[in-house]
């Protein structure tokens, strides 16, 4: 086992829960503030609601900035049909005529839940990292998980069936990340690639390399930002309230399930450009929903993203991967989906569901992680590492650093994807000698 810590911790789960409630605002103000949100969500849960085409950007904001982008089509083992991209140069080497022969290292990034590829390029061209990965020389590549914007597709089922939502992250681990990564590698003419992922794409690595051991042959260096697998000391209030209702297989969770999650409805469209405009005076409303899921308090957050991560976001996903987040806390293990005990000696043969052995990832893994992330706690990081043959953690030396900050945080660039890139061209110059792409 090897763990390299490069920022030791520094403060107790106390402190660290007490620093990240402090925003500047006084209890009252906070108190409207929580009161607003709960009517956005229900306005956003509401059935009698008309559900809209999400919006895909990806493509577009690529092209808008001068980048070359491919659009790519990738069939999943069980018949899911996902929409993933490409970004092959960049016009920064083509205006200096730094356009390689030799093969370029691929790259691919996954999103997290409710998210799409669009995150990895709304913060703009010098920012984003999949850009900063394309300007660094590398063939980027951005997967999009099933059931978002852009993989709402299936070869025999529509999306508007329950059937179609009959998934978790253990799925998009096992067939939507394993199709999308060896797609890439063929169409790349490659071996191994690095790998970058955020939240609910970090689940899905530990998912398929836990799963399918021999993926981890196909990495070479791992970038994990707010790491989950286990939530023990998972602090997002709506997942303790949630924990108690639905953690455990029951009525209310296999009636909640196989549903599609917070679709994209006419009334958020209104939203977006009218309360989440820069010039709009509601625009805490929506700073503030991403500081009540990820974390109060960030000073980090670029607000200039605000509008179009509201038309960007949410992306899509099903009631299940939710559940089984909170059946993760709830047993305290990381494990498959428990269909409950009948149900679960069907599938699995056995009355529990079975853990992931986290030991067969033998793949050396970066994780960036932070105090102030409700989604991503410390304490269950560190406790992953211990778990992992060799993990290198980098805590954020910030203690305000929010779970959405990983992606859309003003300083970004200097914080987590400078280093990133440092780590993976270190890693390919000490390799190119003995191992190809």
């Not at 707010?226 to 209310?252: E, T």
């Amino acid at each position: 086992m090897c763990i390299k810590m490069q920022q030791p911790p520094t403060t107790t789960t106390a402190t660290r829960r007490q620093a990240s409630c402090i925003n500047g605002h006084n209890n009252n103000s906070k108190m409207l503030q929580m009161l607003l949100l709960a009517l956005l969500l229900l306005l956003l849960l509401s059935g009698q609601i008309e559900p809209v085409d999400g919006l895909k950007v990806t493509a577009s904001l690529i092209t808008n900035h001068n980048y070359p982008v491919e659009e790519h089509t990738v069939h999943t083992p069980d018949d899911y049909i996902l929409t993933i991209y490409r970004i092959p140069t960049s016009p920064k080497l083509q205006a200096q005529n730094q356009t390689q022969e030799k093969k370029k290292p691929v790259v691919f990034l996954q999103h997290g839940i409710l998210c799409a590829s669009d995150d990895w390029i709304i913060n703009g061209p010098e920012t984003s990292l999949a850009y900063m990965f394309a300007d660094a020389g590398y063939d980027v590549w951005l997967g999009n998980a099933r059931g978002n914007t852009y993989s709402r597709q299936h070869k025999h089922i529509h999306p508007d069936t329950s059937d179609f939502w009959k998934f978790s992250w253990h799925e998009i681990g096992v067939y939507d990340l394993a199709a999308m990564l060896d797609f890439a590698l063929a169409v790349s003419d490659s071996k191994s690639l690095h790998f970058v992922a955020h939240s609910q794409g970090t689940t899905t690595y530990f998912v398929l390399m836990s799963s399918l051991p021999w993926y981890n042959e196909k990495v070479r260096t791992v970038h994990l930002l707010a790491p989950i697998a286990y939530m023990r000391n998972h602090s997002f209030i709506l997942s303790k309230l949630g924990g108690m209702l639905l953690g455990s297989p029951s009525v209310l969770s296999w009636v909640l399930g196989n549903m599609e999650l917070l679709p994209i409805t006419s009334i958020q469209k209104i939203l977006c450009e009218h309360v989440c405009s820069v010039g709009s005076m509601l625009k805490f409303l929506c700073s503030g929903l991403l500081d009540f899921i990820g974390g109060w308090g960030t000073r980090h957050l670029n607000h200039t993203l605000l509008t179009d991560v509201c038309e960007t976001h949410p992306a899509g996903a099903s009631t299940t991967q939710i559940i089984h987040y909170l059946q993760l806390y709830t047993s305290g293990d990381f494990r498959q989906y428990d269909h409950g005990k009948e149900q679960n000696e069907i599938i699995y043969r056995q009355a529990e569901p079975p853990s992931y052995n986290v030991q067969n990832i033998n793949s050396c893994v970066n994780m960036y992680y932070s105090d102030n992330d409700y989604m991503s706690a410390v304490e269950d990081v560190e406790y992953l590492a211990t778990l992992l043959p060799c993990a290198d953690l980098y805590r954020i030396p910030y203690k305000d650093w929010n779970h959405y900050d990983f992606l859309w945080s003003v300083n970004v660039k200097e914080v987590i994807n400078n280093r990133i890139i440092d780590k993976m061209h270190r890693y390919d110059m000490e390799h190119d000698a003995a191992i190809s792409f």
